[in-house]
């Protein structure tokens, strides 16, 4: 089973380390970094040019850079367009959705109920991965 | 009395020989040689024949002679020789002569000579035989003679081409043969003959009959002769067929006839001739129509007629003419006057018509009432403009509705998100605080409700703002006159603790009294520029500088710091709503603040931006129309 490199992009830094058990009680993922914003993101990408993420996944809703601009961010550069971004966030309305898949997002996750709810979250987030086949 | 004979035959100019019972020259008198050119002795003896045409010529000389013997006497005319190669045309006169006892002794010949009468004789004839030749011979006349009662006497080649008759068959006849029955039994000719007679001559044109019994339409003139002694001798009479002309005249005055009825019954265009000083010599149907004259109450008059006094007093019409006249042709859509003086919009066009010689007759005019055309073109774009009125209302309207249908979006994605994340966050941490008070764990409990209070009073905070700013939106805004220095005084009362705080120097430079608006959302404006301002001041002293002044038309607003300052790229979407380009635990907020200021001034029907540059501080302009506002006294 392949474990997938992944970088999260979420400002709140309560969540961050709720995401971060829930991702490593799995062990289906292997969370390469965590970021706060797109600025962050960035950052860490210009740094890390060898070692990039299979993919990312973002928060919507975020000071500085959000979520609509990480799309945009790594859909208008040619050495970070292959890597899939998939939005995750609390709405689980049809526009915001659509608007995101409209910009390019590979996917659109909502966020599980409480904090405490990472695990069936990430195990969805792997199997979603796994029948789309969203990471080439 | 012998010798007075002798004296007669000496002097007489007629030749005389006296001839023997054969014909020879016994004697011979002077004028004999003169005429002859042969002496007396030369004659003497030889016989008469010595002088005739061929000489020595016995057998004419003989019969002559046998003729004048048996009947007393022979006048013969013809050509003698004279000495030499020459000859005469001489008459000739030969008698038998007896002596007392009636004895036949001989004869007498007289001679004269009447070349000179002769030769103007054959001249004559000649002339008159050209004459006749070239009478006969012309085609396209028929030339014939007619004595006194109009019987034919001569008929020429013309004649015969045109009535059919050869002159055999037609001299002699009358010639009301030529006329209609009905002209002959009104004795037509009769009375042509004698109005010929009578004046000399008399012409016509009228329809004649040919042998075949077809007519044709003559041109004809009959001319009274008389010879010298002024004697009526016959009369000629010369007769063209105009058959083919009077059918190219019947066919061009039919063709003119057409065409003026034509233009006359056009009713859609005034088409009406002026002469060359502008004076109306014809008018149609539509000139009536369009200017309601008769042609009797118009023709005549001037054409000016139709245009206004202004154009009058201009010379517009005599200019007309003259372009017209120059050019021509003149053109031009201008106001006329009908006869009952209502105005009209006319296109007209004068043209000069011209003469094949190439002189002026005079002009046409063509004239289009324009009024309907006009009305309809007016109405078309009365119409068109309520059209585009309307549209520009849906356009507004359309637009105010895709700002509420944004606005809608917002407010989904406001409830959806922004709402809903510290719910999210309170029921997460109150979930962590009831699995920790089951497992009697108490160590994060403090911490984890810090978190829920902390996420609810951001809850709070975001409702209120955003009522706030959908409140803009709902109620039409109530505008006042407003002091400009108390909006900024009132603005920063309110925030009076963090000014202190952050020992923020603010200055104020104002040139205007007073704005007309919204006092309380104008002074909210402020307050939240004026925030930012504090806010976003990193570690350095804050230092506002506020301005205000009248600036061509504009009440233009400065709020500037010398704060973080913003990325370039960035400017623009600080006014989105939520839009927080700074994370939040360095500048707290709920990224509706600058969301509510564009809302304000777009309420306003005014305008707001920033300039900024990352490091180098911001400034915030916003402007409101100067109708609604008052400089301050100086």
């Known amino acids: 089973m392949k474990k997938y490199k992944i970088i999260i992009v979420e400002n709140d830094e309560d969540e961050q380390l709720f995401m971060k058990e829930g991702f490593a009680s799995t062990g289906l993922f292997e969370i390469i970094a965590q970021v706060l914003n797109g600025d962050d993101l960035l950052d860490w990408l210009e740094e890390h040019q060898s070692t990039l993420p299979d993919l990312i996944l973002s928060d919507l809703n975020m000071p500085g850079k959000n979520g609509y601009d990480v799309i945009e961010l790594i859909k208008g550069n040619p050495a970070y367009r292959h890597i899939p971004v998939i939005i995750t966030s609390t709405s689980s309305t049809k526009t915001i959705i659509d608007k995101c898949l409209a910009k390019g997002a590979a996917d659109y996750v909502v966020k ?18 796994e029948q789309k086949q969203l990471v080439k | 009395m012998l010798s007075n004979c002798q004296s007669l035959l000496q002097t007489i100019t007629v030749g005389i020989f006296m001839l023997d019972v054969d014909g020879n020259i016994t004697y011979c ?43 007393g006497s022979l006048i013969s005319e013809g050509w003698k020789t004279k000495k030499g190669d020459g000859k005469f045309w001489a008459e000739m006169i030969l008698s038998p002569l007896y002596d007392d006892q009636n004895k036949w002794t001989g004869y007498s010949c ?19 035989e050209r ?117 190219n005249e019947e066919a061009l005055l039919q063709s003119e006839e057409r065409y003026r009825l034509l233009v006359e019954q056009v009713a859609d265009y005034g088409i009406f001739m002026m002469d060359e000083k502008g004076r109306i010599i014809s008018w149609n149907a539509g000139a009536k129509k369009i200017k309601g004259y008769t042609a009797n109450e118009i023709i005549g008059k001037y054409f000016s007629i139709f245009y206004p006094e202004e154009d009058i007093l201009k ?49 046409s005019k063509v004239t289009r009432d324009l009024t309907e055309r006009k009305e309809a073109e007016k109405a078309l774009r009365e119409s068109y403009n309520r059209y585009r009125l309307i549209a520009n209302q849906l356009k507004v309207s359309n637009t105010e509705l895709s700002d509420a249908n944004e606005e809608l979006e917002q407010f989904t ?26 497992e009697r764990q108490t160590a994060d409990l403090k911490n984890y409700i810090h978190k829920a209070i902390t996420a609810a009073n ?21 505008k006042e006159t407003v002091s400009v220095n108390e909006l900024f005084s009132e603005a920063l009362q309110n925030i009076k603790t963090s000014v202190e705080a952050s020992k923020a120097q603010i200055t104020i430079e104002n040139e205007v009294a007073t704005v007309q608006g919204n006092r309380i959302q104008l002074v909210q404006l402020i307050q939240n520029l004026l925030t930012n301002a504090v806010k976003f001041s990193d570690t350095k002293t804050p230092e506002i500088k506020i301005k205000c002044r009248n600036e061509e038309g504009n009440i233009k607003f400065t709020i500037s710091d010398n704060g973080i300052g913003i990325a370039e790229n960035d400017v623009n979407k600080v006014f989105e709503i939520f839009r927080r380009l700074n994370t939040k635990k360095k500048y707290p907020g709920t990224g509706i603040g600058l969301a509510i200021c564009k809302k304000i001034i777009d309420r306003h029907g005014g305008h707001i931006w920033a300039e900024s540059k990352l490091g180098k501080g911001t400034t915030f302009y916003f402007t409101l129309k100067e109708e609604t506002t008052e400089r301050q006294h100086a």
């Open chain 2, 29 to 71: 008198n002077p004028a004999a040689s003169a005429i002859t050119g042969y002496s007396a002795q030369e004659l003497l003896l030889k016989p008469l024949s010595f002088i005739y045409n061929y000489k020595g010529d016995t057998t004419k000389l003989d019969y002559e002679l046998g003729l004048a013997l048996k009947k």
């Open chain 2, 315 to 363: 010379g517009k019409p005599a200019d007309e003419l003259k372009i017209a006249r120059a050019e021509g042709k003149y053109e031009e859509e201008g106001w006329r006057i009908r006869k009952d003086g209502s105005r009209f919009w006319a296109n007209i066009v004068i043209t000069a018509v011209y003469n094949k010689d190439g002189s002026l007759l005079g002009f």
């Open chain 2, 458 to 478: 951001r809850m709070k905070e975001l409702i209120q703002n955003v009522l706030q700013y959908s409140q803009l939106s709902k109620v039409e805004i109530v």
């Open chain 1, 112 to 129: 599980p109920d409480t904090f405490v709810q990472y695990v069936p979250y990430v195990k969805e987030l792997y199997n979603l991965i």
């Open chain 2, 413 to 438: 994605s406001i409830v959806s998100h922004d709402l809903q994340e510290p719910v999210r966050t309170i029921k997460s941490f109150l979930q962590l605080l009831d699995m920790n008070l089951n």
């Open chain 2, 131 to 247: 004459f006749r030749l070239m009478v006969e011979g012309i085609q396209d006349y028929s030339i014939f003679m007619m004595d006194p009662h109009g019987y034919i006497m001569s008929w020429n080649e013309g004649a015969k081409r045109i009535t059919g008759y050869n002159p055999d068959e037609i001299i002699g006849k009358h010639f009301s043969i030529f006329y209609r029955k009905e002209d002959a039994e009104s004795k037509k000719p009769e009375k042509e003959l004698k109005i010929a007679i009578e004046t000399g001559r008399y012409e016509e044109e009228g329809w004649r009959v040919k042998k075949n019994g077809s007519i044709f339409w003559a041109n004809i003139a009959v001319t009274a002769l008389y010879n010298e002694q002024n004697a009526l001798i016959g009369l000629s009479k010369v007769t063209l067929d105009t058959t083919e002309r009077k059918k």
């Open chain 2, 110 to 128: 007289i001679l004269h000579d009447i070349s000179d009468k002769k030769r103007k004789e054959l001249e004559v004839r000649e002339n008159e």
